[in-house]
Structure formats: structure tokens, C-alpha cells
């Protein structure tokens, strides 16, 4: 299966069948889950409404770790595998994961603000998820800085895995250090500490913005391709002019 | 400031960031196919090479 979707043209050809299905569904799941948030979530009793920013703020955290997860796999598998999509994998991802962390970020702040009263705290779990944002930035830069794409690939791979060290101390920073930012309440291995009138409708919007992001992540690797075909055309067309020349 | 205004403000950067990111897909993916096609019309394929 893996070996056949390694096949640029045959990967075109499945993840166009599956785009717009994958986007509807997405579509789909943020109007049930806006709708669950807006008119079925009670308030919290100590945090009142402004606790309809967990809604946003939470499934950004997890796709921002999901998205550094696809990307830490895509570069094993552009270093020891040299699988032929691992690199347009990497650089697809890198943006949507980027803007996932932006988002978690910004309402993380948004909702700190009249929780703690304050935007920003530099405890562990607020600081690791910014050194999360400056390690994408980084790697967009890197993709920037190099023109050729295999060698880009190379060395955005490493930079990859050795931000990858930054993954486990997002997730346990709030179990290893006393920090502002509350300990995990979904994925307890005592079972989530949430009622299920919040849970389901964050668990709804979770899945839309997974999904989302798929969506989002096939489009890119479609326009990936392209790119690379593009190059490859463009290539092509000097190599014929400087022969004509000649 | 109102808790309002914290919750809205949220939901606005949300909706921008992710419209920033599909409208980016869409455009890059246009201006992808554009070119492609543009280099295909010009007859320069992987085929000009051989011949």
C-alpha cells in the first residue's frame, strides 16, 4: 500500500479522489462541532463562557504536536528510506503545523488573560510550545534557504528529528514542573477529568480540525508535486535553449 | 475588558489563520497548474530530453 502511494502520479490520483471528501467531512464536523460549542456546551461554573476557547485552543495544541509527529516521520523516512514522498510530505506539513502552533498560542494567551490574569507566563508548557513555534519558523526558513529540493530535504530532516526532543516536553512539561497551565484532562490514564457535555463537542471539533488539516496537507503535497514537475519542466526548457545556442 | 471580547477575539484569529491557510493552498495550487500547463503548451516534456 505504502509502496504504491510512493508513486508520485498514483498518489495524485488517490489523494484527488479523497480531497474533496476528506475537506466536505471536515466542513462538515466544524459546523456540527461550532454548533454543540455555541448552543449545547454549558458555561463552566468557575470560568463561565470563556471557557468556549478550550474549544479552539485545545485541538490546536494537539494538531500542533499531530503535524511535528508527520513531519518527524516524513524525515526518518527522507534519511534512511529515501522514500520518494517523505520530503513533499516534510515541507506540506510544515506550514499547517506552524499555524496550528500560532493558533494555540494566541488563544492560549487570549484565554490566560482573564483566567490568571495574565497573557504570559514563562512556565514550562507555555515556553516549550513557543520554542515548538520558533523550531517550525526555523524549518520554514531552512526550506527557504536551500533551492534544491533533495538537499533542502536532507537538512530539514535533521533539524526535524533534533527538534523532535521538543515533542515529550510539551506533553509531560506540565507533569515534570509545577507550571500556571493546568495537567492533561483528556488523555488521563484515569479517564478524562471532563464532563461529557464538554468533552464531545471538543472531541467534534478535535476530529474537524484533524480532519482540516488533512485536508489541508494532501492540497499541499498535490501542489508539492506540481512544483516539483514545474522545476523539473523549467530545467528542462534552459537545457534545450543553452543546447540551441550552442 | 469584557470576557466577550477574549472569547471573540479567539474565534477571529482562528478563522483567520486557517481562511490564510486554504486560500494559500488554493492560490499556490493555481498558480502551480497555470505554470505546468503554460511549459506543456510549449511543448517542453520529459520527452524533450531524449529528442
Not at chain 1, 515541507?91 to 494567551?109: D, N, R, W
Not at chain 1, 514563562?122 to 531552512?142: H, P, Q
Not at chain 2, 489563520?17 to 499556490?28: E, M, N
Request: some cysteine; proline content about 4%; charged content about 15%.
Amino acid at each position: 500500500m505504502i509502496r504504491e502511494l510512493a508513486n508520485p502520479t498514483r498518489f495524485m490520483s488517490l489523494s484527488g479522489t479523497l480531497l474533496p471528501w476528506v475537506g466536505g467531512l471536515a466542513a462538515l464536523l466544524v459546523a456540527v462541532g461550532l454548533y454543540l460549542v455555541w448552543f449545547a456546551a454549558p458555561a463552566d461554573y468557575q470560568q463561565g463562557e470563556t471557557v468556549k476557547i478550550m474549544y479552539l485552543h485545545v485541538p490546536a495544541a494537539w494538531l500542533s504536536l499531530f503535524f511535528y509527529m508527520i513531519m518527524a516521520s516524513s524525515a526518518l523516512g527522507t534519511l534512511v528510506w529515501r522514500h520518494p514522498l517523505a520530503d513533499v510530505s516534510q515541507k506540506a506539513a510544515a506550514p499547517i503545523g506552524a499555524a496550528f502552533t500560532l493558533i494555540c498560542l494566541v488563544t492560549g494567551s487570549l484565554w490566560g488573560k482573564p483566567m490568571w490574569g495574565t497573557y504570559w507566563q514563562w512556565d514550562a508548557r507555555l515556553t516549550s510550545m513557543l520554542v515548538m513555534l520558533l523550531i517550525y519558523l526555523g524549518i520554514l526558513a531552512l526550506w527557504r534557504a536551500i533551492e534544491e529540493p533533495n538537499r533542502a530535504a536532507r537538512a530539514v530532516s535533521i533539524l526535524t528529528l533534533v527538534g523532535a526532543v521538543n515533542v515529550p516536553i510539551v506533553k509531560f512539561s506540565v507533569d515534570w514542573w509545577n507550571t500556571l497551565h493546568q495537567p492533561a484532562s483528556v488523555f488521563r490514564i484515569d479517564g478524562p477529568t471532563i464532563h461529557p457535555s464538554m468533552l464531545v463537542p471538543l472531541l467534534i471539533m478535535a476530529v474537524a480540525f484533524t480532519l482540516m488539516g488533512v485536508a489541508l496537507h494532501l492540497a499541499g503535497m498535490r501542489t508539492e508535486i506540481l512544483r516539483r514537475r514545474v522545476r523539473t519542466l523549467t530545467i528542462l526548457e534552459a537545457e534545450r535553449l543553452d543546447a540551441q545556442a550552442a | 475588558m469584557s470576557h466577550t471580547f477574549f472569547i471573540a477575539f479567539s474565534y477571529i484569529v482562528t478563522a483567520l489563520v486557517i481562511a490564510g491557510l486554504i486560500l494559500r493552498a488554493v492560490i499556490d495550487h493555481r498558480i502551480q497548474v497555470r505554470t505546468l500547463a503554460d511549459l506543456e503548451s510549449r511543448g517542453i516534456g520529459r520527452r524533450s530530453r531524449r529528442g
